[in-house]
């Protein structure tokens, strides 16, 4: 089966950066987009960001500018490099991929979720 792996969540000061990773594995043939999203406590999750394999990006209005997107095709990675941290992305950050699987095909995958804190 798929497994999603993020790392690089934590502790950052207003302003601050920080880059998230998640890598895929399994039995995977191929991958097409993969995005980020987040939740807040008390809030509904929303779309981040996203990228297709061809590298075609989509961004949340109020990451615009601060967040970017990238991914590593031939170690199956999507990255999220975030800067200029507000107070208000604090969520727990979650990866997403469109995965095409061997023998299983196509499906939706979800990583556990990472969690950033911006704080002072």
């Known amino acids: 089966q798929v497994q999603l792996v993020e790392s690089g969540g934590g502790l950052v000061q207003p302003g601050g950066s920080l880059r998230l990773s998640c890598a895929a594995s399994g039995s995977i043939f191929s991958i097409g987009r993969m995005g980020w999203y987040r939740q807040a406590p008390g809030k509904e999750r929303e779309l981040v960001t996203a990228?297709?394999?061809?590298?075609?990006?989509t961004y949340a209005e109020s990451v615009k500018g601060r967040f970017t997107i990238s991914r590593d095709n031939a170690k199956n990675t999507v990255y999220l490099e975030m800067s200029s941290l507000k107070y208000e992305d604090t969520a727990v950050y979650y990866c997403?991929?469109?995965?095409?699987?061997?023998?299983?095909?196509?499906?939706?995958?979800w990583g556990q979720g990472t969690q950033v804190a911006v704080s002072s």
């Open positions: 990228i297709t394999r061809g590298g075609s990006t």
């Open positions: 997403n991929a469109q995965i095409n699987l061997e023998i299983r095909g196509w499906g939706d995958y």
